[in-house]
């Protein structure tokens, strides 16, 4: 994708007309490569880091199969999002993947230079997702786009008082909802909102969902997984069963 420097918006105000290049809407999935010490660590600490690195392996791939078959009759084109480094995340999600590199130091810069670089590339819309809630559906980021038709920004809060997901306008440029939020907080559902109140942005709540974060999340996603109609996620549903087995949670909540 193209660069483009913009100045921060200071509303947030209904845009006039399309980009002259408009191409339609973006989903960029924000993940990690899956190494050992590097992913998930409060999980990490308590079942092993190593571990931990594979269930969150198992996260992408389960998301990659699931998000680029939704892709294939949706209207928005599908972007990974990772830092730059000599581990390819295409060889965890798939040669066909399209990479969007972060820049920027601080992980808040990062979400807002993805705004920036699909604002460039001619997107009128943007939905950022995060890689940690293996149980997500598609139809939560073909929601998140119809809410955008009435309201500036659409947010995905999470039970751990951030959010899973995070939607918003690019055209004429994208509102930075970013700035000064304190990333991996309990404060960050809370000061985006407030970011977004300043900005004049209306904002679109969706349902809550969870993040697998703590070893506590574990039995709450396997259930989440056998639930009539969940998602398929056969990589980890293994993987939890694997972990379970080495007593490493309860499984089926049992001890």
Known sequence: MARLEVEERNSCQPARGL????????????????????????????????????????????????????????????????????????????????????RGKEFADRLYNISLDAAAAGYQRLVIMGSDSPQLPPSVVRESFDRLDERDVVVGPADDCGYYLIGLHLYPEPPNLFSGIRMSTSLV??????????????????????????????????????????????CTVRELQRLGELNLFALDGRS
């Open 19 to 102: 980009p002259p290049t408009s191409i339609g809407d973006a989903l960029v999935i924000v993940a990690k490569f899956p190494e050992a010490h590097e992913v998930k660590t409060r999980l990490g600490a308590s079942i092993g880091y190593e571990n931990a690195a594979q269930l969150y392996r198992a996260f992408l791939r389960d998301l990659s199969e699931r998000f680029s078959a939704a892709q294939a009759t949706a209207s928005y084109h599908l972007y990974w999002s990772c830092v730059p480094s000599i581990r390819v995340l295409t060889t965890v999600i798939g040669p066909d993947a399209a990479i969007l590199p972060q």
């Open 189 to 234: 559902l809370a000061e985006t909102l407030i970011r977004a109140a300043d900005l004049d942005c209306s904002v679109a709540l969706l349902a809550p969902a969870f993040d697998v974060d703590e070893v506590t999340d574990l039995p709450r996603l396997q259930h989440a997984l056998h639930q009539p109609g969940a998602q398929k996620a056969p």
